[in-house]
T-cell receptor, first 112, second 114 residues
């Protein structure tokens, strides 16, 4: 089955700096890669996603890049703010199926 | 308001006492799924359902059962709970879209098995 590895498990950055979280997946048939943000005590919520036929996608201060050949994808947050502090999960979904595999999460702390 | 509703939100029970966590969505989503969240392990899929009467195992199905008799409901059943099922459980739903499909999560159900 699919295996998703996520690094780092914790990340501290100064406010205004950039943060990068990396994930690798094992099954080349995966074709959809979402990122979810989970604030303390709350439910995960989608912040950005990318399909396998796209290399990069941006939404204001966040971006996701995908390298299908290397089977890895990354989340980039620029100009970090304290409200970006949360746990971030990457995920991969096999095409045609709904079995979604999540990474183990990255706890991001933005220091004011 | 579009939402996924789980009940109960908090539950303390004892080993072996059958329990059901309900999940209901009002968005007419075909796909529904259950996850458990444990520290350091992320979100692990227990079961998922592509549509009514169609269910399949995720990565950690042992000790759990599900049913999908109606499109809006997807209950999680623990026939004989054990302490290793103490966890935070999330139900989620989405439209089925090839190559996409945002998951909408419920608020979570924190289960403690003594």
């Amino acid at each position: 089955g699919e295996n998703v590895e996520q690094h780092p498990s914790t990340l501290s950055v100064q406010e205004g700096d950039s943060a990068v979280i990396k994930c690798t997946y094992s099954d080349s048939a995966s074709n959809y890669f979402p990122w979810y943000k989970q604030e303390l005590g709350k439910r995960p919520q989608l912040i950005i996603d990318i399909r396998s036929n796209v290399g990069e996608k941006k939404d204001q201060r966040i971006a996701v890049t995908l390298n299908k050949t290397a089977k890895h994808f990354s989340l980039h947050i620029t100009e970090t703010q304290p409200e970006d502090s949360a746990v971030y999960f990457c995920a991969a979904r096999l095409g045609g199926y709904q079995k979604v595999t999540f990474g183990t999460g990255t706890k991001l702390q933005v220091i004011p | 308001e579009a939402q996924v509703t789980q009940n109960p939100r908090y539950l303390i029970t004892v080993t072996g006492k059958k329990l059901t966590v309900t999940c209901s969505q009002n968005m007419n989503h075909e796909y529904m799924s259950w996850y458990r969240q444990d520290p350091g392990l992320g979100l692990r899929q227990i079961y998922y359902s592509m549509n009514v009467e169609v269910t399949d195992k995720g990565d950690v199905p042992e000790g759990y059962k599900v049913s999908r008799k109606e499109k809006r409901n997807f209950p999680l059943i623990l026939e004989s709970p054990s302490p290793n099922q103490t966890s935070l459980y999330f139900c989620a739903s989405s439209l089925y879209r090839e190559g996409s499909g945002e998951l909408f999560f419920g608020e979570g159900s924190r289960l403690t098995v003594l």
